[in-house]
């Protein structure tokens, strides 16, 4: 008699999910928290109008912000229907900021005349500083250790100062060479990020 095949497949067959792309905020006018972003973390404007802007952040991390009531309809767009959409109160988000650096931002929002709400020690020593921004929307800065999936060794700087793009500097590599020197090291490039014309 043939018996039952009891084995079970423990692969995972879950689809990945390689992070969070977009962070949302919905601000009363776009420009003016535009404004806010753009001049205390340098970041770069990929697409913008009236009802929304979009910000290069990091290493692939947009910052959207959309007028608070303007996208409750859905928006057609060549390659399809986006879902409407809307958000009220006051949100927060975190930006990562290696440790070294905290003590920088706290000097650039005093000169920016942006009070800081609270500054709070984790245990494990990681360090967050707590503002709001036009809105009234809690932002955070936050040094490594916080969370367990965020540490010292995976710190994504966001980059301020004289010409700051809020982008994280490009990780360097030594190349062996055949007789085993390693050769001077060489930033990686990568592909040039094309802001979208319309977004959700």
């Known amino acids: 008699m043939k018996r039952p095949n009891t084995r079970t497949d423990s692969r995972d067959t879950t689809p990945r999910v390689n992070g969070v792309l977009e962070t949302c905020l919905h601000v009363e006018d776009v420009e003016r928290s535009a404004r806010f972003y ?28 959309f007028r608070r009531g303007g996208t409750l309809e859905p928006v057609q767009v060549p390659g399809g229907l986006i879902p409407p959409h809307d958000g009220s ?28 709400e609270s500054r709070v020690r984790w245990q494990g020593g990681s360090e967050s500083l707590y503002f709001r921004d036009p809105d009234q929307h809690l932002v955070e800065l936050a040094t490594p250790g916080i969370w367990p999936n965020y540490q010292r060794r995976a710190s994504h700087v966001v980059r301020t100062g004289g010409g700051a793009t809020g982008r994280a500097p490009a990780p360097s590599r030594r190349r062996r060479t055949p007789g085993g020197k390693a050769s001077r090291p060489t930033a990686r490039t990568g592909p040039a990020k094309v802001g979208p014309s319309t977004s959700a």
Do not use: K, Y
């Open 38 to 65: 753009q001049r205390l973390f340098g970041f770069r404007r990929m697409a913008s109008d009236d009802r929304f802007c979009a910000f290069d952040v990091a290493r692939g991390s947009v910052l959207l912000l």
């Open 89 to 116: 109160g006051r949100m927060h988000l975190a930006f990562a900021i290696p440790a070294a650096q905290l003590t920088a931002w706290q000097e650039r929002l005093n000169r920016a005349g942006i009070a800081i």
